[in-house]
């Protein structure tokens, strides 16, 4: 008999708005044992997979969902692992809806299978249980690889590297681990117990990991080729962009980068148990529409802030934050002033920021992203009161590896230039990829474009020998 088709999805149970805007704890609790095998008993089990083809990293998902159905859960958990090294920080924040979900077939009628849940579920039991299974390791090549920062794209190449015998370096420039997942992302939404877990991990693969050296400053690029066979810089894009309008010196004013990192890794939150101070706003203005703005204004939220704004110059619909977040926002109470601009943050005689004077926009014709232009509406400006302005409208590589390193090719925005099938740069024994190539994006885009890098850095490394 044909299997009966469930299009609803099981939700997922979460802190309640009033509850959770009182503290930092993960939002999201995770499924039930009960909850997963019901989720997961929707998949059809599909012949030719869409969802593995969604899939940057291309985890077999209908097998490790059949495997939840079976309640062969270590099994499941083994088989992300083959294709992903950090399973409990990708079911918590990847955009599924736009990759392995969207294109699942469930999704024609109802509600695709949540593949991220489960995902997150099987990592959460596994870590649970105690029991963490490491994949079996290559014989030592003698081949030595230096990467270059401990965000998504290096610990990726570091494991990928280290599974297939080569001895691997990690140099971070901050004195953690994770890249974004560490200081970016807040407790909230992704425990840092978490990342902790999955860097060690990868540690337990046998990678060194050196931590408060920067490279280019510490030790110049070349140097360390001197001392390895090759190296992969997986950098991030860390620089800030600001909106570079009068009153941005002013006290209170913050790049979300400075705002998230005072409360996440630095935990800011917990002052004077931590020794790095934190101002407590009362109203805020986060401006952009992304993960980082929902970041950065719930936070503020947990901060103790009476009123906090998302600031955005486009409309509801081109909001580029994953839905959602945006969803969890609307329920904390975070309030959204839609096609609005900032003009200039005004400030008291002491240098404090009192005030943000906006614009109002209406959308005009698509521009090159697609996207229909913001256009300000002539005499529509207002002032917006706020103690508080985070600026979350986007962030560029860091400059100081490219001006470091002779013959390193940049693009325009300051990315490294990359080869996208082998992640190769314009020097020898060099490879990049994720954030510091593409410019701000996602982890798991960073993921598979380390995949890509470490795959081609192999056979390098195995024709050398
Ligand atoms: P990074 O994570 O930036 O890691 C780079 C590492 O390199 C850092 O640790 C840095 O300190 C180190 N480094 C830099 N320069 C040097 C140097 N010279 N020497 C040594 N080390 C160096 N993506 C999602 O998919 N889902 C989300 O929900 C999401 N939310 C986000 C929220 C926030 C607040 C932010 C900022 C980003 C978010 N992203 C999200 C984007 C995602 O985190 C990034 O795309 C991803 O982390 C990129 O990985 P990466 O390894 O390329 O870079
Ligand atoms: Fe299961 Fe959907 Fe993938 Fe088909 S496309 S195998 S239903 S998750």
Excluded at 368 to 382: A, C, L, M, W
Aim: glycine residues 10%.
């Amino acid at each position: 008999m044909a299997k009966k088709i469930d299009y609803k999805r099981r939700p997922m149970p979460k802190q309640a708005p009033f509850e959770r805007v009182k503290n930092f704890d993960e939002v999201a609790l995770g499924y039930t044992e009960e909850l997963a095998r019901q989720e997961a008993s929707r998949c059809l089990g599909c012949k030719k997979p869409l969802c593995v083809e969604g899939c940057p990293v291309g985890i077999d998902i209908p097998g490790f969902v059949e495997c939840i159905v079976e309640c062969r859960f270590a099994a499941g958990i083994k088989r992300i692992k083959e294709a992903n090294a950090l399973p409990a920080v990708c079911g918590r924040v990847c955009p599924q809806e736009d990759q392995c979900e969207k294109v699942c077939v469930l999704s024609k009628k109802g509600d695709p299978v949540s593949i991220g849940r489960l995902e997150r579920f099987l990592a959460d039991w596994e870590a649970a249980s105690g029991h963490v299974e490491a994949p079996t390791k290559a014989p030592p090549t003698g081949k030595r690889v230096a990467v270059v920062g401990a965000g998504p794209a290096g610990i990726t190449v570091a494991s990928d590297l280290a599974l297939l015998g080569h001895d691997v370096l990690i140099y971070e420039a901050l004195h953690e681990a994770g890249g974004v997942l560490t200081y970016g992302i807040p407790e909230f939404r992704l425990p840092k117990a978490i990342v902790n877990r999955e860097v060690e991990y990868v540690r337990g693969l046998g990678v060194e990991l050196r931590t408060d050296y920067i490279v280019g400053k510490t030790k110049t690029l070349d140097k360390l080729l001197e001392e390895f066979d090759a190296v992969f810089v997986g950098a991030g894009a860390g620089l800030p962009w600001f909106l570079d309008i009068p009153g941005e010196s002013l006290n209170g004013v913050y790049s979300a980068n400075e705002y998230l990192t005072r409360c996440n890794l630095m935990k800011g939150f917990r002052f004077p148990e931590y020794d790095t101070p934190m101002k407590r706003p009362s109203r805020v203005a986060v401006v952009g529409g992304g993960n980082v703005a929902m970041d950065a204004a719930r936070t503020s939220l947990r901060l103790g802030a009476d009123e906090v704004h998302i600031v955005y110059r486009r409309s509801r619909i081109e909001l580029p934050a994953r839905l959602e977040e945006v969803e969890n926002a609307e329920e904390e109470g975070v309030i959204f002033d839609f096609l609005t601009l900032p003009v200039r943050y005004i400030g008291d005689e002491h240098g404090w920021l009192k005030e943000m004077e906006c614009l109002k926009m209406e959308l005009g014709e698509p521009d090159d992203s697609g996207r229909r232009r913001p256009v300000p509406i002539e005499g529509s400006e207002f002032r917006l009161r706020i103690d508080a302005a985070v600026c979350a409208i986007g962030n560029s590589p860091n400059p100081l590896i490219p001006i470091t390193t002779p013959g390193l090719e940049v693009g325009r925005s300051g990315n490294i230039v990359a080869d996208e099938e082998t992640g190769r740069t314009s020097r020898a024994a060099v490879w990049a990829g994720g954030d510091v190539v593409t410019g701000a994006a996602t982890v798991i885009s960073a993921m598979g474009a380390a995949r890509i890098a470490a795959r081609d850095m192999h056979a390098h490394l195995s024709k050398k020998s």
